[in-house]
């Protein structure tokens, strides 16, 4: 069933009143939130555009915005609330969204910033009655409350699964948003290869830790209703102390980026046998250090530990390493867990600056039935990252990682744009991070190349938690004896909480900030 809607229409026709998703306490089986997809496909159908943007929390409007979306053929396009109307305008403009789906999050930030949003737009509120809705968004948009929804698309328009499912936007370095398009048949190439390798069923309670603008999200609900499981949305209240949510909702399947285990260990809560219910614990979207992944290992017992590497351009992840539950066997490099092997139905290849292949190390680039075709209405940038080989007509993508190959397994050295040298050595980060994590014990470590000219670095600043007891003095001098002299950092400068993006990684760009 290569398309998304396809997928969960088919658990909908094989148990229509199993949970299928639980937002807010309230419970929705397949038949019923498959009724209620239909009944926004209906209207969505009539609206202009392809393109429906979804300006929505973790809140039921999201998902069946998404859902009907897909219903009647068209893309879905993820916005954030907690972006900047800046951002969230230029991913308007850019994607050509004339029909935004909101909830009540959404909503109070439109009025609160409606210069930021086109007069004519059209907003769709699933969960809102007509008179919940202010006046004076009334007199400059076109609305459609719930009440609209009432009439149902007879069956789903399935959309071939050459089509664009969903466009995330990712941080670009000009300041300007990359759309990156995905089809149906990259996500089921993803999904199906997925439930081949795991041991899932109806029976398993998935979390949602990600917002839907990161592609994780895409992981969390098709995966789910592919094998017609539930679905979990933690709220945003929670989201950094999801303990009690877990235990209570007895989730089986965990997905989120190691730095949410941070938070959950500055909590207490990586207790041992805290969380025995899970089965299996995905990571991906930054490095998994290993003290951190043996820490989960004794909260989730019994669950599988994997490592997954991916990026938007390649649909979610295509490489997984699973961890041993001998601590010993787990490999890694400068304290960070292998990526594993690729999936079997994907390729790779390590490349140079001048796209030579390399044996051992380089930058990764891959090809297959994930790879997405190129940017969103930007070809400048398509043909920077998308390229083919002589005499092999397949796509392939430049990740702007450097891979290194060992025994069979790819382990994370550095991005291409970080991969520097000072006074003519080249760098690895991450060794300088594990140096200084062993002496202070602090969890969050990141060093960066600050300026850099032509992979070249003038010096190199390394933040640490401000929680650490050595001084700066007493770090810097332990580098000393520790590391090669170029690999000293300039200064050791310690922060009390970390900027992170809204996909909750570390952001470089605000830590460099606090350099200038």
């Known amino acids: 069933m290569v398309n998304l809607f396809g997928v969960f229409e088919q658990a909908k026709n094989k148990a229509p009143d199993k949970t299928a998703l639980v937002v807010d306490k309230v419970e929705y089986s397949y038949s019923s939130l498959h009724h209620r997809a239909l009944q926004m496909a209906h209207l969505l159908q009539k609206c202009d555009g392809n393109q429906i943007g979804i300006f929505a929390g973790r809140s039921f409007s999201a998902y069946v915005g998404i859902l009907g979306t897909l219903a009647c053929g068209k893309t879905y396009v993820p916005l954030n609330t907690q972006f900047s109307a800046f951002r969230n305008q230029l991913i308007l403009e850019l994607a050509q969204i004339k029909t935004l789906i909101v909830d009540a999050q959404g909503l109070q930030q439109i009025q609160n910033q409606p210069e930021g949003f086109p007069k004519d737009l059209v907003l769709v509120c699933p969960e809102l009655d007509l008179t919940a809705i202010p006046k004076e968004l009334e007199n400059k948009f076109k609305i459609h409350a719930k009440s609209d929804l009432t009439n149902g698309l007879e069956k789903p328009i399935m959309a071939p699964e050459e089509n664009i499912a969903y466009i995330i936007f990712t941080s670009g370095s000009t300041g300007i948003p990359k759309g990156v398009p995905v089809s149906h048949k990259n996500v089921w190439s993803y999904i199906n290869y997925l439930s081949k390798r795991y041991d899932l069923g109806p029976e398993d309670r998935f979390s949602q830790v990600s917002d839907l603008t990161f592609d994780a999200s895409v992981h969390d609900m098709y995966l789910c209703w592919y094998v017609g499981a539930s679905l979990y949305p933690i709220p945003e209240k929670v989201l950094m ?269 605000q830590l460099i900030d606090l350099i200038k």
């Open 241 to 509: 102390a999801p303990a009690k949510f877990i235990k209570e909702n007895k989730l089986t399947t965990w997905f989120s980026i190691p730095s949410l285990l941070l938070f959950m260990k500055r909590f207490k809560m990586l207790k041992t046998n805290a969380f025995p219910s899970i089965r299996y614990s995905l990571f991906g979207g930054e490095s998994l250090p290993k003290s951190l992944a043996l820490e989960w290992q004794e909260a989730a017992p019994n669950s599988v530990i994997e490592n997954q590497y991916g990026a938007t351009e390649i649909t979610i992840g295509l490489s997984h390493y699973r961890l041993s539950k001998e601590e010993n066997k787990i490999q890694t490099h400068n304290g960070i867990v292998s990526l594993g092997q690729i999936f079997t139905t994907q390729e790779y290849r390590l490349i140079d600056e001048d796209n030579q292949i390399l044996e051992t190390e380089g930058e990764i680039c891959l090809t297959g039935s994930q790879i997405t075709k190129g940017y969103w209405q930007n070809p400048e940038r398509t043909e920077e990252n998308y390229f083919k080989f002589p005499g092999d007509d397949r796509i392939w993508y430049k990740t702007g990682d450097i891979l290194r190959l060992k025994e069979g397994n790819l382990f994370y050295i550095a991005r291409k744009d970080f991969q520097v040298k000072v006074r003519g050595f080249r760098i690895e980060l991450e060794e300088i991070n594990l140096a200084v994590k062993t002496f202070t014990g602090a969890d969050l470590v990141y060093t960066i190349p600050y300026p850099v000219t032509n992979g070249l670095a003038d010096h190199l600043y390394c933040f640490v938690e401000e929680t650490t007891n050595p001084s700066k003095n007493d770090i810097l001098q332990h580098l000393r004896k520790k590391l090669t002299s170029y690999m000293v950092p300039k200064e050791i400068i310690f922060i009390k909480e970390f900027p992170l993006n809204p996909n909750g990684k570390i952001d470089s760009k």
